[in-house]
């Protein structure tokens, strides 16, 4: 439940948190990406892929890491450091479960893929996109209506999403190539 | 006049965001696959945003 600007304040604390864990993947990259050769990264990255895909489309069955907490049904949200606090843990991926294998991919492409400072881009979209479900569904009048309409589109959603993802990767590995 | 509600509706739509990180993927490879363009860092700035952003959507549990 939302009150004020708290909405606000909680998407920004996800895209720092995104950005936290950007930066993370970033520091990680740099310690690893030597180690590896280009053809290496490539080939983890596309085997991971389709193995995350089919994961995700349920083809496969395998655990996947993740901090396998959950979130409380109802919180109420008031003024700022709480809103802000909350989006940060959110937006770093790692406070709660994840309920699709992509975080996973775009984690691995940020870690062995990017040229510098695109794995804090990665991370803060990343951010950004888990604020923009909270605010379309609160924009969605009524926004219990938006739990529904998700919920008759998700698979072709989740598709959709998979399409972005793949084709994103394929782009970056493209242009590091 | 037009009426606020189907542009609200529209952004507001589940699938709203899915399609907007569609679109810039489909404008970033018609840029460099269908004309020839050469790969740019606004190009690999956008892949990634697109990237990041979807993985951030597909990842449900809004309070």
């Given at each position: 439940?939302?009150?004020?600007?708290?909405?606000?304040?909680?998407?920004?604390?996800?895209?720092?948190?995104?950005?936290?864990?950007?930066?993370?993947?970033?520091?990680?990259?740099?310690?690893?990406?030597?180690?590896?050769?280009?053809?290496?990264?490539?080939?983890?990255?596309?085997?991971?892929?389709?193995?995350?895909?089919?994961?995700?489309?349920?083809?496969?069955?395998?655990?996947?890491?993740?901090?396998?907490?959950?979130?409380?049904?109802?919180?109420?949200?008031?003024?700022?450091?709480?809103?802000?606090?909350?989006?940060?843990?959110?937006?770093?991926?790692?406070?709660?479960?994840?309920?699709?294998?992509?975080?996973?991919?775009?984690?691995?492409?940020?870690?062995?893929?990017?040229?510098?400072?695109?794995?804090?881009?990665?991370?803060?979209?990343?951010?950004?996109?888990?604020?923009?479900?909270?605010?379309?569904?609160?924009?969605?009048?009524?926004?219990?209506?938006?739990?529904?309409?998700?919920?008759?589109?998700?698979?072709?959603?989740?598709?959709?999403?998979?399409?972005?993802?793949?084709?994103?990767?394929?782009?970056?590995?493209?242009?590091?190539? | 006049?037009?009426?606020?509600?189907?542009?609200r509706a529209a952004v507001s739509h589940p699938a709203a965001v899915p399609v907007a990180l569609l679109a810039v993927v489909a404008a970033v490879a018609t840029s460099v696959v269908v004309r020839g363009a050469a790969v740019t860092d606004v190009h690999v700035t956008a892949a990634w945003l697109a990237l990041g952003a979807a993985a951030g959507y597909a990842v449900s549990?809004?309070?």
């Open positions: 439940m939302w009150r004020g600007g708290a909405r606000w304040w909680f998407s920004a604390g996800e895209v720092i948190g995104g950005a936290l864990t950007g930066l993370v993947a970033l520091l990680l990259g740099a310690v690893l990406r030597p180690l590896l050769p280009r053809p290496v990264t490539l080939a983890v990255v596309a085997v991971a892929a389709v193995l995350l895909a089919a994961h995700d489309a349920g083809r496969l069955s395998f655990r996947l890491p993740q901090n396998a907490r959950q979130v409380p049904q109802l919180v109420v949200f008031d003024g700022r450091s709480g809103p802000l606090q909350f989006g940060v843990e959110m937006g770093t991926g790692l406070r709660t479960y994840m309920t699709s294998a992509l975080p996973h991919l775009a984690l691995l492409t940020a870690l062995l893929l990017p040229l510098g400072w695109q794995a804090l881009v990665v991370g803060a979209a990343f951010g950004a996109g888990r604020a923009a479900m909270a605010l379309t569904r609160l924009v969605h009048q009524p926004p219990e209506g938006w739990d529904s309409t998700y919920a008759t589109r998700e698979q072709p959603i989740r598709a959709a999403l998979w399409v972005v993802a793949l084709a994103a990767v394929l782009l970056v590995a493209v242009a590091g190539s | 006049m037009t009426s606020p509600v189907p542009l549990g809004s309070p």
